[in-house]
C-alpha cells in the first residue's frame, strides 16, 4: 500500500487516531513501516497561586498577595477580600481612588508611609484609611516621634475659624486636642484636623476637660456651674452647681480648674464671697458625688485652687493656687487624700520662714505623676525646685543646677513663668521662651535615692531658640507663653494676644544623646 511522503508544514494525524487497531495492524504488515504513536498529552497549565489576588481600584489593576492584605487586621475590609480573592480569579472591582489605594498599599507592605504619600492631604489619607479598616496603622506611620524637647520645633498652628484667642486648651494622650475659644470648644483629632464645634452658653470658657471621648467638661469664671457638652451631638447633656442648703452664700459658684480619676471629675468652685471647695462628680451619671477641701478663702492660703492634677499611682490630688499682689507672689501646694478626703501634705509661700528661699514664692506648679515628683518655678530667681512626692516634709524642695556653663543662668525674673510636666521632661516658658529641662541619663541609677546629687538629675536646655530670635527679629516680640498642655507626642502652646495654638513635635531624623 501507498503511503505519501509528508513534508513541509502540513500536520501528521496519528494513524490510532482515525483508523481502527485492526487496520492499523493489517497496514503495517503490508508495508513494514511501523505507525507512529499517539502524542503525549499536552500538560495542563500549572495552578494559579492561591495567595496572589487582582483588586481592580477605581479602573486600575493592583496585585499583591493574601497575606498582605491580612496584615490590615481581622476587622479590616481588605482582610475580608483576602478570603473571597483565593475562591475567585477574576479582580474584584473597589471603586476608590487608586492613588491613594497605592500608599494605602506600600504601608501594608512596608509598615511606613511612601514619598508619594505627599501629594495628598492627611484628611485624604485618613478618610481611605477609615474605608479600608486601617486608620490605626496609618495613625501609627503618621504620629510623630516621641517628644524630646531638645529637638521640638513648631511643626503647625491650630487657628479656629471664629475668637481664635484660646482661652484654654486640653491634649489627650492620643495626640488631639480641644480648643476653647471665646464661648466655644472646638475639637481636633489625631492629625490635627477639625472634627468639630460645640456652641457654649458660656461667653468666655475658661476651663475644659474631657470626661469621655465624646464628652467635655467646662466651666467659666464669668459664669455659674461645670457644664457636660456631648461633641456628636452638640448638646448640654449635664451640669453640677455647688449649693449649700445650710448656707444661704453658697450660690453662682464658678469653676476655677477641673482635673480627672478614672471614675472621677475634679472642679475647684468658688463663690462671690470667695468661699471655695473642690466637688467630686462621678463620671457614669454626672452627678455630684461628695466635695472636700472646703475653704472660708479669707487668705492666700485659703484661696481656691487654680490647678487640680490627679496622681494615679498614690491614689493623691493635688492642687495648687497662685496669686501676685503688691508685695509679690504668694500662694499653696496641697495633696489630699482621695479616699478620705483629708490633706496630707501642705505648704504655703511665703511660709514662716522654714524654706530655705524664703521670699522667692513660686510662679507656678506642676506635678510629675510618672516620676513621682513635684516641680515649681520661683518668683523672683526664676530657679526651679523640685520635691519628691514619696519624701516630703517642711522643706522638701531641691533646686536644680545646670552644670553646663555655655547655658548661662535662669533668667533673673521668674513671675510670667508657667510650668507643664511630660513625658519624663519639664517644660518651662518664660516670657516668649521655652525651655526644657531632661533627666540625665545618670539619674535612674539614683532614682528614689535621695541625697544631694538630685539637683543634678536634670539637664536645662532652649527650645527652639535659634529660630525664635530670628522669629522676633523678623516679626517683632512674640506673646508670652499662657498655657501648655502635652497629648500624645505633641506638646501645645498657646500665648497671650496671639491666635492659635502652636504645635511642637520632634523631628523623624534627630538623635539625642543623653547628658550623663
Not at 476653647?180 to 476637660?209: E, P
Not at 462621678?282 to 458625688?289: F, G, H, N, P
Request: charged share 20%; glycine share 10%; hydrophobic share 40%.
Amino acid at each position: 500500500m501507498y503511503i505519501p511522503e509528508v513534508k513541509g508544514d502540513t500536520k501528521v494525524i496519528s494513524m490510532s487516531a482515525i483508523l481502527p487497531s485492526s487496520t492499523i495492524s493489517f497496514l503495517e504488515a503490508q508495508t513494514g513501516i511501523p505507525t507512529p504513536p499517539p502524542p503525549a498529552a499536552a500538560a495542563p497549565p500549572p495552578p494559579p497561586n492561591p495567595d496572589r489576588i487582582k483588586l481592580n481600584v477605581g479602573g486600575k489593576l493592583f496585585e499583591t498577595t493574601a497575606s498582605t492584605l491580612r496584615s490590615a487586621g481581622p476587622d479590616s475590609l481588605l482582610s475580608a477580600l483576602s478570603s473571597r480573592a483565593a475562591q475567585d480569579p477574576n479582580p474584584i472591582f473597589i471603586d476608590r481612588d487608586p492613588d491613594v489605594f497605592s500608599v494605602i498599599l506600600s504601608l501594608l507592605r512596608t509598615d511606613r508611609l511612601p514619598s508619594t504619600a505627599l501629594r495628598f492631604s492627611k484628611q485624604d489619607l485618613a478618610d481611605e484609611a477609615l474605608y479600608y479598616g486601617v486608620d490605626s496603622r496609618l495613625r501609627s506611620a503618621m504620629s510623630p516621634p516621641p517628644l524630646a524637647g531638645i529637638d521640638a520645633s513648631v511643626v503647625a498652628t491650630i487657628r479656629p475659624a471664629s475668637d481664635g484667642f484660646p482661652s484654654a486648651l486640653f491634649a489627650h494622650p492620643d495626640g488631639s486636642v480641644w480648643i476653647a475659644h471665646g464661648g466655644q470648644i472646638s475639637s481636633y483629632d489625631w492629625n490635627l484636623s477639625h472634627s468639630a464645634t460645640i456652641r457654649t452658653h458660656f461667653d468666655d470658657v475658661t476651663s475644659i476637660h474631657r470626661v469621655w471621648p465624646e464628652i467635655a467638661a467646662a466651666g467659666s469664671e464669668s459664669a455659674a456651674g461645670l457644664h457636660f457638652y456631648d461633641f456628636s451631638s452638640g448638646l448640654h447633656v449635664g451640669a453640677a452647681h455647688w449649693n449649700d442648703p445650710k448656707d444661704p452664700r453658697i450660690y453662682k459658684a464658678w469653676v476655677t480648674t477641673v482635673a480627672d480619676s478614672p471614675g472621677l471629675v475634679y472642679a475647684a468652685f468658688e463663690c462671690p464671697h470667695r468661699e471655695n471647695c473642690i466637688l467630686e462628680v462621678d463620671k457614669s451619671t454626672l452627678q455630684i458625688a461628695s466635695a472636700l477641701g472646703r475653704q472660708p478663702g479669707s487668705s492666700t492660703k485659703h484661696m481656691a485652687a487654680g490647678k487640680l492634677a490627679w496622681l494615679p499611682e498614690m491614689g493623691l490630688l493635688a492642687g495648687s493656687a497662685v496669686m501676685c499682689g503688691a508685695f509679690g507672689y504668694s500662694g499653696y501646694i496641697r495633696l489630699w487624700d482621695a479616699r478620705s478626703g483629708k490633706v496630707v501634705w501642705e505648704t504655703s509661700e511665703p511660709g514662716s520662714g522654714r524654706s530655705s528661699r524664703y521670699g522667692d514664692s513660686f510662679a507656678d506648679v506642676d506635678a510629675d505623676a510618672e516620676s513621682s515628683r513635684l516641680f515649681k518655678v520661683c518668683s523672683k530667681s526664676g530657679d526651679l525646685g523640685m520635691a519628691d512626692l514619696r519624701k516630703l516634709g517642711d522643706d522638701p524642695w531641691v533646686y536644680l543646677r545646670e552644670k553646663n556653663p555655655g547655658m548661662g543662668n535662669t533668667a533673673s525674673d521668674g513671675g510670667t513663668s508657667v510650668l507643664r510636666c511630660y513625658q519624663g521632661q519639664v517644660f518651662v516658658g518664660r516670657e516668649g521662651d521655652l525651655e526644657v529641662w531632661s533627666r540625665a541619663a545618670a539619674a535612674a541609677a539614683c532614682d528614689g535615692e535621695g541625697g544631694a546629687g538630685e539637683e543634678g538629675m536634670y539637664r536645662r536646655n532652649y527650645v527652639n531658640r535659634v529660630e525664635a530670635v530670628a522669629e522676633k527679629a523678623a516679626e517683632g516680640e512674640r506673646g508670652v507663653i499662657r498655657r501648655m498642655d502635652g497629648g500624645g507626642n505633641r506638646l501645645f502652646v498657646s500665648r497671650d494676644g496671639v491666635e492659635g495654638v502652636e504645635v511642637w513635635e520632634s523631628s523623624r531624623f534627630a538623635v539625642v544623646v543623653p547628658a550623663s
